[in-house]
């Protein structure tokens, strides 16, 4: 400093050491501080201490802001993948669901009331069934009695109204819908099953079975 001023510093000293004396300097802690100086700059020193306060309090509030953000995506992904886990689930268990488990689920269908059974039409047609070859053929294979047969004949044919499945049906195709009907309703409730017809492969077993319908239905 005295280098800065061009003098000794002996008598530089001695002039700062009068000033603190007569308090134009003030001695803190080894640091020279002037009272004028320190009272320009105090708005200047408030003012980089707010600057800092702001930034500081800003920093923290992002902080939390970002902390709170990444709980709510953990929460989301974790939701979106519980999502995703369900929907596999559904599409492999769909995937999963055997023709005897969609006829059970059929069979649940209930009746409403735009539904309701036509006894009338409904008896016409359990009659046609009576007198059919394929009645008792039915009784034969499935060794089920004659009362079982019209019991699950009603049971299709309401079915089959809830569903809106036979419009515009002749009896024989209602026939023998009920014809291929039986052996898998009969599986899903338990009861022991016979196959229609022998046959080497499914093709041939469905061509064979059709063929026995239109000679049973004579």
Partial sequence: ?????????????????????????????????SFGLKKRLKPVIDKRNNAKDK???????????????????????????????IVVEVVTREEETSKTEIVEILEEVPLKNENILDEEKYSAIADYLENQTMFCTIQ???????????????F?????????ELKDQTQDEILRNFYFWVPIHLRTTGKK???LTPANDQGKGAAAALEMFELLKK
């Fill in 55 to 85: 930034f500081l309090s800003q920093k923290l509030e992002k902080e939390s802001v970002s902390a709170k953000e990444n709980t709510q995506s953990k929460v989301k992904y974790s939701k979106v993948k519980e999502s995703k886990d």
């Fill in 156 to 164: 299709f044919y309401e079915q089959k109204v809830a569903l809106k």
């Fill in 1 to 33: 400093m005295a280098g800065d001023f061009d003098v000794e510093a002996e008598i530089l000293d001695e002039i700062i050491s009068y000033c603190v004396k007569i308090k134009l300097l003030l001695l803190e802690n080894g640091k020279i501080y």
């Fill in 193 to 195: 099953i016979i196959k």
């Fill in 140 to 154: 034969s294979q499935q060794k089920i009695t004659e009362n079982e047969v019209l019991e699950h004949f009603r």
